[in-house]
């Protein structure tokens, strides 16, 4: 009886490292997968570039141009410790509570500095704010667009097409880099699990 | 709702980035780019004229400021401090080896399959044999 309960144990202890490899080689398989996929994403981008310099003329886009003065950036990554687990979160949305919490601090000392209709028509205007704020979509998209405008203002007032374009191939090829970072701690998570089970087999 | 498990997360990160001009370019427009009250960016560009100890000092500023949760780095870049990366274990930043406009990705030299290519090679094959 004991004998055949060991042999399950050991059954199901197989089965689980064989799982663990097959996690493993899948992982090593889609971070493979996306690695060609960034690399086309970006030839895309660099093309789009090159175009763009090409129109505009390289003095015009260039490092030079880069805006040196003290500003955030609109588009950061949230973690989950878990794993880790990254999150992509572009253009600094409304939806982002710090971001939002830091407007509706600005925005309340503003509203202190007005000399307006008293306390109380303030606080009223700061809670509609608030709520419109929050609730649409179109805020979201408008707000991600404004901050796109503001990037590429970078580089002129005018700019060509293909540097817009430029802007969308590489946000496309910063989402993929952050399925890559979560597809590399899923591969080394399974790795470490293969050589623990290799580790008790032995 | 009420009984929806509590995820622990940090407040938003930045993404460095150590490549060549173009690249650089690209991802600013992207958004990525960050400059603090010291002018301090989150980004260096590498051409003809960095210096290996430029990059050393970049890659080492970046992996241990904790505001920063991904290094990008073209991969001929880590190929010059090649020693740095690979010895560089820490869940987080995350480091990515990226290829470049003049140098295309080489599974061969990223760290990570680097650090994972035992499992596959024909000692680890022969140890489970025997």
New interface residues.
Partial sequence: MQSSENGVESRNGVAESEQHILN?LDS?DS??IL??T??SA?RQ??LE??SARHSMGASR???AL?????????????????L?Q?KL????SSD?P?KYSEEAKFEEDELFQNKSDGPRHQHQELQEKRRDGGASPVGTDNQAQK??SK??S?FGTLVSPK?RA??L???T??EM??E??NT??S??HA?DQ?QKD?TNTE | MANKPQIRTSSSALIAMIADEDTITGFLLAGVGNVDLRRKTNYLIVDSKTTVKQIEEAFKEFTTREDIAIVLISQYVANMIRFLVDSYNKPIPAILEIPSKDHPYDPAHDSVLSRVKYLFSTESVASGRR
């Avoid at chain 1, 979160?89 to 600094?92: E, I, M, Q, R």
């Fill in positions: 493993f090593v971070y493979l690695m060609e960034l690399s970006l981008g660099w570039l090159a886009v260039n490092s880069f805006d040196l003065k003290s500003h955030h950036a609109s588009t950061t990554v949230q973690v989950n410790d878990d880790p990254f979160c572009k253009w600094a982002d710090e901050e796109r990037t590429l970078m540097l430029t802007q191939s590489f946000e090829a910063l880099l952050v890559i970072s590399r701690a591969l080394l790795y293969v290799r």
